[in-house]
Nanobody, 127 residues
Framework: VQVVESGGGLVQPGGSLRLSCAASGFTFSAYAMGWFRQAPGKEREFVAAINWSGGNTDHAYSVNVKGRFTISRDNAKNMVYLQMNSLKPEDTAVYYC???????????????????WGQGTQDTVSS
């Protein structure tokens, strides 16, 4: 049972990155998925979440990324993605994928509700 992130790297301000998260060992399509991040010296913060169906009304975003980041999922491939556009230096962080292994609950921004976490991928936005 795991989730594994990929796609991090170094990008200039204003650039884009796409993070991927591969899930295995559980019924991926039944659960909400989230992205969180942690910058050096700061607490982990919510970035985005998507419910099991991935429909247009089943997303949540941090105010810090809304309009720039897009979360999506492909239940056939057990994948969740985070498309990050118009990146800023303050987006620099380790980004974590997480699975909310609770059935039938509202979409959550609370990291404490997410039971399965990846190792993280470093994203650095710098010129």
């Amino acid at each position: 049972v795991q989730v594994v992130e990929s796609g991090g790297g170094l990008v200039q301000p204003g650039g884009s990155l796409r993070l991927s998260c591969a899930a295995s060992g559980f019924t991926f399509s039944a659960y909400a998925m989230g992205w969180f991040r942690q910058a050096p010296g700061k607490e982990r913060e919510f970035v985005a979440a998507i419910n099991w169906s991935g429909g247009n009304t089943d997303h949540a975003y941090s105010v810090n990324v809304k309009g720039r980041f897009t979360i999506s999922r492909d239940n056939a491939k057990n994948m969740v993605y985070l498309q990050m556009n118009s990146l800023k230096p303050e987006d620099t962080a380790v980004y974590y994928c997480a699975a909310d292994l609770n059935l039938g609950t509202p979409l959550s921004r609370d990291g404490g509700r997410y039971k399965l976490w990846g190792q993280g991928t470093q994203d650095t936005v710098s010129s």
